[in-house]
């Protein structure tokens, strides 16, 4: 299984990217994909995932960022828009399967990209 991030980039508060996942070697319509961020000195935080059928999203990014997918490219993406410099990270896909409730968990996640960095600012 190989996933691999793009999109991330320098943008200015407010700005919007979208991020892509590339993803091979796994059925992608049954996999749990989700994005996850680490920004530096903090824990990996959850942001978003689509899981059996449903989106979720954390607080901090809910109503400004949009995951959605396309099973015919085996790809993920993330629309991020209204950008703060919080949103300052290394974003990351993840894939695994929808085993648990625990969608925002790290650890729940077999696979994972090389994570793009995003750099907001102000």
């Known amino acids: 299984v190989q996933l691999q991030a793009s999109g991330g980039g320098l943008v200015q508060v407010g700005g919007s990217l979208r991020l892509s996942c590339a993803a091979s070697g796994l059925t992608f319509r049954s996999s749990r994909m989700a994005w996850f961020r680490q920004a530096p000195g903090k824990e990996r935080e959850f942001v978003a995932a689509f899981s059996d059928g449903n989106t979720y999203y954390s607080d901090a990014v809910k109503g400004r960022f949009t995951i959605s997918r396309d099973s015919a490219k085996n790809a993920l993406y993330l629309q991020m828009n209204s950008l703060k410099p919080e949103d300052t990270a290394v974003y990351y896909c993840?894939?695994?399967?929808?085993?648990?409730?625990?969608?925002?968990?790290?650890?729940?996640?077999?696979?994972w990209g090389q994570g793009t960095q995003v750099t907001v600012s102000s």
């Open positions: 993840a894939a695994g399967r929808p085993i648990t409730s625990a969608l925002r968990t790290p650890s729940q996640y077999r696979y």
